[in-house]
């Protein structure tokens, strides 16, 4: 069994050089930065959700953490449903795959402002967020996929990262 997992792990990493940052590198930046953390919510674009449904499935298994996926909507009335499911489990963070259409810098807003009430951590996707205050940014920026920090949120969420960890970041607000 742990052979065949081995096996999936390389096949599976083999190809995450090839296109952008997956769920399973998220998962694993995330697991080292905050060793707590069991849940991982994704909340991403609705036309993403076969291949985010995938890779949520294989990075639960390689990570060892339960990945609960969500589309992301438009309306605010869906997105307050997506956030009480969410403040509900134990241990979790949030991960906000984005695109400027369905989730949009308003809607992320919004997701940071209820999220940060319950001090949950929320990393993204997209280079800028942690300027307008998710926890952590994790893109891939031309062969290397780079982590960006807000310090003042870990600081308000109460969280500590180790200096190996933030030596491999990029601090983007004190």
Do not use: W
């Amino acid at each position: 069994m742990k052979k065949g997992i081995l096996v999936i792990t390389f096949v599976f990493l083999s190809f995450t050089f090839i296109k952008s940052q997956t769920i399973t590198q998220i998962g694993f930046i995330i697991k080292k930065a905050i060793p707590s953390i069991e849940n991982i919510a994704i909340i991403f674009p609705k036309n993403m959700h076969n291949q985010i449904a995938k890779e949520a499935r294989m990075a639960q298994i390689i990570t060892k953490r339960k990945y609960i996926i969500y589309a992301g909507e438009k309306r605010t009335n869906k997105i307050s449903t997506q956030i009480y499911n969410i403040n509900r489990l134990k241990n979790v963070a949030v991960t906000i795959i984005t695109d400027n259409d369905t989730l949009s810098t308003d809607s992320v807003k919004y997701i940071l402002n209820k999220f940060n009430e319950q001090k949950i951590p929320v990393i993204s996707n997209r280079k800028k967020d942690t300027l307008i205050g998710v926890l952590m940014t994790i893109f891939k920026n031309e062969d290397k996929i780079e982590k960006h920090i807000n310090k003042i949120v870990a600081s308000v969420l109460e969280l500590s990262f180790s200096e190996e960890f933030l030596s491999e970041c990029i601090i983007d607000v004190e």
